[in-house]
């Protein structure tokens, strides 16, 4: 029995079909246009083959709540063609079979749980960190959901009294997506992040952000294992300054595991989200 998963991004879209192990058969990527123009490659796609369930892990906002008459649409973003695009319905009506729908960093935060870094762990926290920041969390195998679902990255950090960027969410200015994300370095520094790996005081700083936000979602959701992910993150010297302010934000006061294996990048690499997709679909059957 085979399965489909489609991991929706801002920029692309991949598709994949796999087994129940999370083995991928087949997947193919398709640019993010409008959904008139992506959505029928999309269904052709899963169209060949006889699929159990589909998993959908989406850019968000999305309506998560099963309850909302708009369950399963994006909902307030501004890329065009998408706002309120009823994601879930339309995959549903054209394959005929049960969807599995969340966000794309809940997915993600899925997949690592079951076969990636933190597999056979009870949570994880899967952030993020690329043309926004995201964060997903899993509770044993229960994606967190509330009201909506998580917006980690729109948490607020202390500034570095000596960083007078502006930031640059069009919501809040300077929340932690705002001084952090990949536009912000960007524009902060005047090049982007992969042509600045040579600046050690580039990256202190995004570890400065990014411990605080960690530290934070540490104290709230007690996540057994972070996982970061995305473009940024690709600088992987990043890592340990994180965990060094870390060490120094928290002083002792709860009982980390060892910071090497308690704050890491993806084990199942970039497959994170898809795998998490082929996971939602095996949760929707
Ligand atoms: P998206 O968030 O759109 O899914 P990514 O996770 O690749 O895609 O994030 C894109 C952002 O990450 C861009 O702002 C880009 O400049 C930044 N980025 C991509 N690769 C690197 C890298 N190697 N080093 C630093 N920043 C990077
Ligand atoms: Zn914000």
Same mark, same amino acid.
């Given at each position: 029995?085979?399965?489909?998963?489609?991991?929706?991004?801002?920029?692309?879209?991949?598709?994949?079909?796999?087994?129940e192990k999370g083995h991928i058969?087949?997947?193919?990527?398709?640019?993010?246009?409008?959904?008139?123009?992506?959505?029928?490659?999309?269904?052709?796609?899963?169209?060949?083959?006889?699929?159990?369930?589909?998993?959908?892990?989406?850019?968000?906002?999305?309506?998560?709540?099963?309850?909302?008459?708009?369950?399963?649409n994006i909902t307030s973003t501004?890329?065009?063609?998408?706002?309120?695009?009823?994601?879930?319905?339309?995959?549903?009506?054209?394959?005929?079979?049960?969807?599995?729908?969340?966000?794309?960093?809940?997915?993600?935060?899925?997949?690592?749980?079951?076969?990636?870094?933190?597999?056979?762990?009870?949570?994880?926290?899967?952030?993020?960190?690329?043309?926004?920041?995201?964060?997903?969390?899993?509770?044993?195998?229960?994606?967190?959901?509330?009201?909506?679902?998580?917006?980690?990255?729109?948490?607020?950090?202390?500034? &570095? !009294?000596?960083?007078?960027?502006?930031?640059?969410? *069009?919501?809040? #200015? $300077?929340?932690?997506?705002?001084?952090? +994300?990949?536009?912000?370095?960007?524009?902060?520094?005047?090049?982007?992040?992969?042509?600045?790996?040579?600046?050690?005081?580039?990256?202190?700083?995004?570890?400065?952000?990014?411990?605080?936000?960690?530290?934070?979602?540490?104290?709230?959701?007690?996540?057994?294992?972070?996982?970061?992910?995305?473009?940024?993150?690709?600088?992987?010297?990043?890592?340990?300054?994180?965990?060094?302010?870390?060490?120094?934000?928290?002083?002792?006061?709860?009982? &980390? !595991?060892?910071?090497?294996?308690?704050?890491?990048? *993806?084990?199942? #690499? $970039?497959?994170?989200?898809?795998?998490? +997709?082929?996971?939602?679909?095996?949760?929707?059957?």
């Amino acid at each position: 029995m085979v399965y489909g998963a489609i991991e929706a991004g801002g920029t692309k879209f991949v598709c994949a079909v796999g087994d129940e192990k999370g083995h991928i058969i087949e997947s193919i990527q398709l640019p993010t246009k409008t959904p008139d123009e992506t959505m029928p490659s999309v269904i052709d796609f899963f169209k060949r083959y006889e699929l159990k369930a589909l998993g959908i892990g989406s850019f968000g906002p999305v309506d998560v709540n099963k309850e909302s008459l708009t369950y399963g649409n994006i909902t307030s973003t501004p890329k065009p063609g998408w706002r309120d695009f009823p994601f879930a319905r339309t995959m549903e009506q054209a394959l005929k079979i049960p969807i599995g729908f969340n966000t794309d960093v809940n997915a993600a935060a899925l997949g690592e749980l079951t076969h990636g870094a933190a597999k056979g762990l009870g949570s994880c926290l899967y952030i993020t960190v690329g043309t926004g920041i995201g964060g997903g969390a899993v509770v044993r195998n229960n994606m967190l959901q509330g009201l909506s679902h998580p917006e980690m990255g729109h948490i607020l950090v202390r500034r &570095l !009294p000596s960083d007078s960027y502006i930031g640059k969410c *069009p919501y809040h #200015g $300077d929340c932690l997506e705002g001084l952090a +994300a990949g536009p912000a370095i960007e524009e902060r520094w005047g090049k982007k992040g992969a042509d600045l790996a040579g600046q050690p005081e580039v990256w202190e700083l995004e570890a400065y952000y990014l411990a605080q936000a960690l530290m934070q979602y540490i104290l709230i959701l007690s996540p057994e294992k972070i996982i970061l992910g995305g473009g940024v993150m690709k600088q992987s010297q990043v890592f340990p300054l994180i965990r060094e302010k870390l060490n120094e934000l928290n002083n002792g006061y709860i009982a &980390l !595991p060892e910071l090497a294996d308690f704050i890491v990048p *993806p084990g199942l #690499g $970039d497959q994170a989200g898809i795998t998490g +997709a082929l996971m939602l679909a095996l949760a929707a059957e």
